[in-house]
């Protein structure tokens, strides 16, 4: 909607942090920025990966430069729809090209372990689509050799970078819902006929694919500080996760209670609890509002988010900016905290007694490409 502002409503309270308001216009012209041109490969052609090409092409200083399939009839229609300038029939043949600077790898989260090496095998720069691997281990191996050969390695979990999450922390920093003790956050589609998150063998199950999202909620508002961890699932006749609730027990004595399922679709929202009111996230996978309400459950100032391309735009840029600066992670999501992450993620697995075959150390009889379906999320 061109030209429409971005608004925050306050009545009365006069103590929140009020940030630029900008029009669509305006906004555009902060994502086509000057700098220097980067050449970006996608590693995978499915849906996930569309959605990426769709968001690189308006933006600035990128050039849509290469994309990988095992067919090459498959990648080439990818890049003639999107307007890549080289397919190629194999990933190690993109890999070879060096005039590629970043490869975004859309492969199943199963193949990320794999796919990240190959990357840097080649000393190519990666932005890795989450979950970022299978588990802890394999994370903290790839981001080793990440920072050993001075690449940047970064995880895409989207939420991390959007500019709403400054946008919580400043309302719960400027205290108009006083002390934060709880929160609640869920997220779920019926995915079940999606394959790829039935089979254990691609690391399927609710955990990596949706859990993962308001668990990274819970850690961006309450911190990582956990003491104790309460897990429940239902399994799906396979054996992987299908639906489940955890509770995280704080150090300060805050709570957060997640929910998550790929049997149903849920309201998607994000409560922060405190002593003077509470602070509503609507779709916490992609914030589209945030409103803040006192004791008398009255809403006392709105927060709309910018309007963007896809919302991977913030990714793709920080991870540029991070390459361009020399650096090996991306301040939004610090290695640090994606191995916090898979920990967590590998401690809930364990309570529930489910493990993927070999950890998903190497898989070579399924296919590598079936396509990351997000649902829109």
């Avoid at 975004?104 to 720069?125: F, G, Q, R, V, W």
């Avoid at 391309?309 to 991306?330: F, H, K």
Wanted: aromatic share 8%.
């Amino acid at each position: 909607m061109i030209g429409r502002h971005n608004f925050i409503y306050v009545d009365h309270i006069g103590i929140i942090e009020l940030y630029i308001l900008i029009t669509v216009d305006s906004y555009i012209s902060i994502i086509k920025r000057e700098g220097n041109y980067m050449n970006i490969a996608i590693l995978g052609a499915g849906n996930i990966a569309g959605t990426m090409a769709t968001t690189l092409q308006p933006l600035k200083n990128i050039t849509c430069y290469a994309v990988a399939a095992r067919d090459k009839k498959r990648a080439q229609a990818f890049a003639d729809k999107y307007g890549f300038q080289v397919a190629y029939g194999s990933y190690i043949d993109m890999l070879h090209d060096p005039n590629v600077h970043l490869v975004y790898i859309a492969t199943p989260h199963s193949h990320h372990y794999e796919h990240i090496k190959m990357c840097l095998k080649y000393n190519k720069n990666v932005l890795c689509e989450k979950a970022f691997t299978a588990n802890a281990k394999q994370a903290e191996e790839v981001l080793t050799e990440a920072r050993e050969r001075g690449l940047l390695l970064t995880e895409a979990i989207w939420t991390r970078y959007m500019p709403m999450r400054s946008t919580i922390d400043a309302i719960i920093r400027s205290g108009i819902i006083g002390k934060p003790t709880s929160l609640s956050a869920n997220l779920g589609y019926p995915l079940e006929h999606i394959e790829r998150l039935t089979r254990p063998e691609l690391c399927g199950g609710a955990l990596l694919d949706l859990c993962v999202y308001p668990l990274n909620f819970a850690s961006m508002v309450f911190g990582d500080d956990i003491v104790g961890i309460s897990a429940e699932c239902i399994r799906y006749d396979s054996g992987v996760d299908a639906q489940e609730t955890v509770m995280l027990k704080y150090a300060d004595g805050k709570m957060a209670t997640i929910y998550a399922t790929m049997l149903a679709q849920t309201d998607r929202r994000g409560v922060i609890n405190g002593t003077n009111g509470y602070i509503e996230v609507e779709n916490i996978n992609n914030p589209e509002s945030v409103r803040v309400y006192n004791l008398e459950r009255r809403i006392v100032a709105e927060y709309i988010a910018p309007t963007q391309i896809t919302g991977y735009e913030y990714e793709v840029i920080s991870a540029m900016d991070a390459i361009m600066e020399g650096r090996v992670e991306c301040p939004e999501m610090p290695h640090s905290e994606t191995i916090f992450m898979m920990k967590l993620m590998d401690s809930i697995r364990n309570a529930w007694g489910i493990r993927f075959p070999e950890e998903v150390e190497a898989l070579s009889d399924v296919e590598e490409e079936e396509e990351e379906e997000e649902q829109s999320l």
